[in-house]
């Protein structure tokens, strides 16, 4: 089993940055490929940036840098410029898979993850 514990959310006026953390817990090692999610009220969960263990990534925000430190087991968001739109729970996700070819495109969704963070809260406020 894989436990994953985001960090790092908070409120921030627009235009101001955030990195986000996520710590992965218990077999960590058996993780090949990892995303962020965010989901808005009353909006399905949609995917932001992927990233494989050779570190290739994917991202359907541009403004978004994912990152990870292998040796902490931590994966990273970081967030510049945000907007109101960028308002939402933010969520790690992991999977014992490789990333699909159609990762890199920008085509990844809930399905293809098995382990979930509980999300950490993104506010962005005028």
């Known amino acids: 089993q894989v436990q994953l514990v985001e960090s790092g959310g908070g409120s921030v006026q627009t235009g101001g940055s955030l990195r986000l953390s996520c710590a992965a817990f218990?077999?960590?090692?058996?993780?090949?490929?990892m995303a962020w999610f965010r989901q808005a009220p009353g909006k399905e969960r949609e995917g932001v940036a992927v990233i494989d263990t050779d570190a290739n990534t994917s991202y359907a925000e541009g403004r978004f840098t994912i990152s990870q430190d292998n040796a902490k087991n931590t994966l990273y968001l970081q967030m510049n410029a945000l907007t109101l739109e960028d308002t939402a729970m933010y969520y790690c996700a992991a999977s014992p898979f490789y990333c699909a070819a159609r990762y890199y495109t920008g085509y990844f969704n809930t399905a293809d993850f098995r382990y979930w963070g509980q999300g950490t809260q993104v506010t962005v406020s005028s």
């Open positions: 218990g077999y960590a090692y058996s993780i090949h490929c």
